[in-house]
């Protein structure tokens, strides 16, 4: 971390040299590459750009001095630009901002994580409005800030190490004061009144329990300061008592100041009737005939039990609510079940009507194809002279196309064979003629007219 620091050194004492004297920074080749063939305006305006950018990421803060150095070379460049001057040395001065820039980037990560602790304490004091409350101390605090940024990043790490520890503490001294007085401020200012008054000395009982509560809570706020939770519990709970014991001491001020005092027996009732009414609001039976003592306990017994009922009512309401919440669920989810089903029938609906209009189309083209059987037996009647059985032309209806084509070309090729190479007996010749009559039935002319 040394070498790195002294290193970070040497290249900021390197360019703030550059500008003291003309820019000494020398472009390695990807340097030149990277600027040789981009315009000198618009190596200007881009930079300018960066160091917006810069500023909005707070490298101004973290890396000041690099952030200085890139504000003054852009400078350099933007006067040379304006007045026409060498573009090498323009060149030279955006490189050398690019690379401060850089540094500034890098001072930024490195305090991030060096200066951790220190930078959230500073956060957390804006937070809880230091700057308002204590502005001068907060201002000295935040210039010793400044000063550790700016040592680490010139890389003097033994100024951060030895400062670091000291502006922590005094940060959080700082915050935990603030705490303080924010949460108490309220009892603080009750707690100095009863002392003015010195109403300790009528109602030392409850004033010293205020007092006590007190202390119990800035002790609790030195130890955790960040316990919201927990610092508005106890800075409650000292206020009820400050309020408490201001209360008690007035009153006991007030009866001393009193010439006549009431009957002791107007006393005892007054404390009866508040009994009464609260055991009225308890809704509890009226408790007369006991002692003052034996009632307050019989009304606090009455309550604990109002609460243990209470709460087992909002534990059987939790439950309820729960398994409503889980049959809410598996309505939804036989709505969605129902929903889908619905769907199906729809679908199942659709397409039973689609089958339907298809059913309706096949009876009508078996209507058809009987009509077109008929004429074909007719045909087939008057050629032969012999009717047709309708069982015997169904079953040949329902033959196979392929089985039946075949067989009409072998029965008209038949008799044109056998006539010259053998001699046929006259038993077997005789069917000859008949042969062809089915031939002659076959023909196309008819069966194309029908169809």
Known sequence: MRKQGLYVLLVAMSLLGGCASGPVYQLNAEEKSRYADVPTETLVNNTRAKLVQAREAQLDYYGPGNFAQAEKALTEATKLHKDNGDRQKIVQYIASADKALGLAHWAKDNALKRLAGVLELDARLK????????????????????????????????????????????????????????????????????????????????????????????????????????????????????????????????????KERPPLEDLILEEERRLAAVAGALDARQMRDRALEEQADALAAHARQLIEEL??????????????????????????????????????????????????????????????????????FAKTGEKVNPANTAAEAQAPASA?????????????????????????????????EPAEAAAPGPLTAVQ
């Open 311 to 380: 709460t087992g009512a909002k534990g059987r309401l939790a439950e309820t609510e729960s398994l409503a919440k889980v049959l809410q669920a598996q309505l939804d989810k036989h709505q969605t079940t129902a929903g889908q089903e619905s769907a199906r029938v729809a679908q199942l609906t659709s397409e039973k009507q689609l089958l339907e209009e298809k059913v309706v189309l096949l009876e009508n083209n078996v209507g058809v194809l009987k009509n077109q059987l008929a004429l074909l037996q007719e045909i087939l």
């Open 127 to 258: 937070e809880i409005g230091a700057p308002a409350a204590h502005p001068k101390e907060y201002s000295a605090l935040e210039a010793r800030i400044k000063g550790l940024l700016a040592a680490l990043e010139k890389g003097d790490d033994a100024t951060v190490e030895k400062e670091r520890p000291r502006v922590t503490g005094e940060l959080e001294a700082l915050k935990i004061r603030i705490t303080k007085q924010s949460a108490l401020a309220a009892v603080q200012k009750m707690l100095e009144t009863l002392r003015k008054e010195k109403l300790a000395e009528v109602a030392p009982k409850s004033v010293g329990e205020a007092e006590s509560r007190f202390a119990r809570a800035e002790a609790f706020i030195q130890t955790n300061p960040d316990n919201a939770d927990g610092i508005d519990r106890a800075a409650q709970e000292a206020l009820i008592e400050a309020q408490h014991a201001q209360w008690i001491a007035a009153r006991v001020k007030r009866l001393l100041a009193t």
């Open 404 to 436: 039946a084509q075949p067989v009409a070309p072998a029965a008209r090729q038949a008799p044109a064979a056998a006539a010259p190479v053998v001699p046929a007996p006259a038993a077997e010749s005789a069917p000859a003629p008949a042969a062809q």
